[in-house]
Nanobody, 126 residues
Framework: QVQLVESGGGVGQAGDSLRLSCAASGGTFYNYAMGWFRQGPGKEREFVGAVSRRADGTWYEDSVKGRFTISRDDAKNTAYLQMNSLKPDDTAVYYC???????????????????WGQGTQVTVSS
């Protein structure tokens, strides 16, 4: 059983940067691809991006490409979501998720992730 805990959320203004962390425990971290999802007010949960087990494969949702970067540090059992040039539309609860996958595969569907964190709120004002 893998436990995930997100941190780093908060309040910012348009153009600011925030870095979210996702600390994992209870499993072998490098066996899992790590994904980030978000759910904005009145919206369905959407995929933000993910990193493969080998860390050299990433995928991003179109609206965050060039602004967000996902990385992982297997020595620290932690995944990161660096968010730059934040926009009000980025306001959401952000969730990290872990899913078993092949070394280079980047899962993009929520159904491919077995473990989820509790979420952290990010609020961006204009």
């Amino acid at each position: 059983q893998v436990q995930l805990v997100e941190s780093g959320g908060g309040v910012g203004q348009a153009g600011d940067s925030l870095r979210l962390s996702c600390a994992a425990s209870g499993g072998t971290f490098y066996n899992y691809a790590m994904g980030w999802f978000r759910q904005g007010p009145g919206k369905e949960r959407e995929f933000v991006g993910a990193v493969s087990r080998r860390a050299d494969g990433t995928w991003y949702e179109d609206s965050v490409k060039g602004r967000f970067t996902i990385s992982r540090d297997d020595a620290k059992n932690t995944a990161y979501l660096q968010m730059n040039s934040l926009k009000p539309d980025d306001t959401a609860v952000y969730y990290c998720a872990a899913g078993r996958a092949g070394p280079w595969y980047v899962p993009r569907s929520g159904y491919e992730y077995a473990y989820w964190g509790q979420g952290t709120q990010v609020t961006v004002s204009s």
